[in-house]
């Protein structure tokens, strides 16, 4: 099992470029989130989706868009990137929500200048 | 004032010592979460507990539900044990996410 995987790794845009964070997992995980990290904080959640065709808004949801057509692919899409998007970006899958343990992706390092 | 408060945020051991990391919330919750984020930034999920205690290997997570609060010690650290490690707690009655500590760094030199 290749776990939950992230593309890109690295990449860096420019002010009011759009770009899509693409996570994957195989391990038929319901529940999958995107979460952000900021230096010197806590992760932050983005979105959240609990199965294929459900998602809902974490804590800031704002100038980003998810869609979950399929259980292992959840896409975050950034319009319009803005500095403040400037962050790590982690993906991560649960088999039963915050009742049990939570697998993350390697992260993206994006940079918006 | 967050929901979830970790102490120390820095934290720095020589090897062989023991380590302890602490982690407070102001809510009721379902689960508590203990992670490691590596140097290179990676995040694994060390326990997931919600009574009592777990262990695993060099690592215990206690959790006590009535005052709130729930330690991670390291036992022997080594320096491979350097990372941030990180307190989550599932908000009970909550959806279904979980709120994060800051984190808590640790440093442990050979």
């Known amino acids: 099992n290749a776990g939950v995987t992230q593309t890109p790794k690295f990449r860096i845009l420019k002010i009011g470029q759009s770009m899509t964070l693409q996570c994957t997992q195989d391990?038929?995980?319901?529940?999958m989130y995107w979460y952000r990290q900021d230096p010197g904080m806590g992760l932050k959640l983005i979105y959240y989706?609990?199965?294929?065709?459900?998602?809902d808004k974490g804590e800031v949801p704002n100038g980003y868009n998810v869609s979950r057509s399929t259980t292992e692919d959840f896409p975050l899409r950034l319009e319009l990137a803005a500095p403040s998007q400037t962050s790590v970006y982690f993906c991560?899958?649960?088999?039963?929500?915050?009742?049990?343990?939570?697998?993350f992706g390697p992260g993206t390092r994006l940079t918006v200048t | 004032k967050n929901e979830v408060e970790q102490s120390p945020q820095n934290l720095t051991a020589q090897e062989g010592e023991f380590i302890t990391i602490n982690c407070s919330y102001s809510?009721?919750?379902?689960?508590l979460h203990w992670l490691q984020q590596h140097p290179g930034g990676g995040i694994v999920s060390l326990f997931m507990?919600?009574?009592g205690k777990k262990k695993h290997g060099r690592l215990i997570a206690t959790i006590n539900i009535q005052e709130k609060h729930s330690s991670l010690h390291i036992t022997a650290s080594h320096p491979r044990d350097s990372a941030v490690y990180i307190c989550?707690?599932?908000?009970?009655?909550?959806?279904?996410?979980?709120?994060f500590g800051k984190g808590t760094k640790l440093t442990v030199n050979p």
């Open positions: 809510v009721g919750i379902s689960a």
């Open positions: 989550a707690v599932g908000v009970r009655g909550g959806s279904e996410k979980l709120v």
């Open positions: 507990l919600s009574s």
């Open positions: 989706s609990v199965g294929a065709g459900i998602t």
């Open positions: 391990m038929n995980h319901n529940y």
């Open positions: 991560a899958s649960s088999y039963r929500g915050q009742g049990s343990e939570q697998y």
